[in-house]
């Protein structure tokens, strides 16, 4: 379970760094900023472990990058309904939006950590 909490850290550090750049208009910079930050876990970390084989392993930090996610935006979903979600008119329109950036830092994420071990395992038997 320790060696996954990287890649669960790396999950829950995506909506903070890309909250500017959604409010701020850059939405399209955010995925790279995601895929840059799961491709960075996937190289500090990799996805092997002394048991089962490298794609269940795969799998797992994958679920585990997402379960980051969704902890991240559970928690700024919450805040925003405390401070002012509550009153907001437009609440659907927020929870939709959570949705759709959880469901984004969860795909592209993934995406990235697992072509990154897939390169990473390729070139590893293509060595020997």
């Not at 701020?24 to 089962?52: E, H, T, W």
């Not at 928690?75 to 401070?83: C, K, S, V």
């Amino acid at each position: 379970m320790k060696p996954l909490l990287p890649y669960a850290a790396a999950g829950a550090t995506c909506l903070p760094v890309t909250y500017n750049l959604t409010r701020g208009g850059d939405v399209f910079f955010a995925p790279f900023a995601v895929a840059a930050i799961g491709i960075a876990v996937a190289l500090l970390c990799g996805a092997r472990s002394a048991k089962g084989s490298g794609w269940l392993s795969l799998r797992r930090a994958a679920l585990a990058f997402s379960i980051g996610a969704f902890i991240s935006e559970l928690a700024f979903f919450i805040h925003y309904y405390i401070t002012v979600g509550y009153d907001d008119p437009k609440l659907s329109v927020g929870i939709g939006l959570s949705i759709v950036e959880f469901f984004t830092i969860a795909l592209v994420g993934s995406f990235a950590i697992c072509i990154v071990n897939f390169v990473r395992h390729h070139l590893a038997s293509t060595k020997g």
